[in-house]
């Protein structure tokens, strides 16, 4: 596609319950990366993946968070047992390859509301 | 500790006037620095991206610079348009294979007519 495409673009959940963010890069990019971005401030740096291996994932913020990319193309941030305090945009970004020179593309995002 | 501190936190000025914005870093080793735009509701945009040896660089209105030994870049805003209203977020690659991006929290920069 023409650019980093997000699904769902809002989504409104109960405490507890478990959610899926779906990621689709820009065909062809071989790394992705997801953030999360609370009102105000600049990204916050999850966790990424090189084609289908997550290389980093130190910014996941505890165990219920998890993200895969299976076939090194879309990639799922999952948040399990959801809580009020996971209400964020979650945004996500590819790059064309691993250098740490290349731009990355950012996504419209997932508006994540927790009530 | 990496960081990035950006400053101010947030800006006014009018329309036509020039700005300059701050970011501040500890990310070591360092790889590279850019400044991305974001406007409201949407993701952030790459302005300029800068690595060790280069000291400014510009595009168009958008002038940014950089000083590796004192660990200071500024993004220099010229003759402000209202579409320059948006957040400026400095971003740091800190160098090899531990590939950590580090994130400012931004300036916020409204223009006003």
């Known amino acids: 596609g023409a650019g980093v495409s997000q699904s769902p673009r809002y989504k409104v959940t109960k405490r507890g319950q478990d959610v899926a963010l779906r990621c689709d890069p820009i065909?062809?990019?071989?790394?992705l990366y997801w953030y999360r971005q609370a009102l105000g401030q600049g990204p916050e740096f999850l966790t990424y993946?090189?084609?289908?291996?997550?290389?980093?994932k130190s910014g996941l913020p505890n165990d219920r968070f998890s993200a895969e990319r299976p076939e090194g193309s879309i990639s799922t941030l999952t948040i399990q047992r959801t809580e009020q305090r996971d209400s964020a945009m979650y945004r996500c970004a590819s790059s064309r390859s691993t250098s740490e020179y290349n731009e990355q593309f950012f996504g419209p995002g997932t508006r994540l509301t927790v009530l | 500790k990496n960081q990035v501190e950006q400053s101010p936190q947030s800006l006014i000025i009018l329309e036509g006037k020039n700005c300059t914005l701050q970011?501040?870093?500890?990310?070591?080793?360092?790889?590279?620095l850019r400044w991305y735009k974001q406007d409201t509701g949407r993701g952030p945009v790459s302005l300029t991206i800068m690595t060790f040896s280069e000291n400014t660089k510009s595009n168009g209105r958008y002038t940014a610079t950089l000083d590796a030994d004192t660990k200071q870049s500024s993004l220099h805003i010229t003759a402000s348009q209202l579409s320059d209203s948006a957040s400026y977020i400095c971003v740091v690659n800190k160098l090899g294979r531990d590939d950590k991006i580090i994130f400012g929290k931004g300036t916020r920069l409204h223009i006003l007519p």
């Open positions: 970011c501040n870093y500890t990310v070591s080793p360092f790889s590279n």
């Open positions: 993946f090189n084609y289908e291996a997550q290389q980093d």
């Open positions: 065909s062809g990019h071989v790394s």
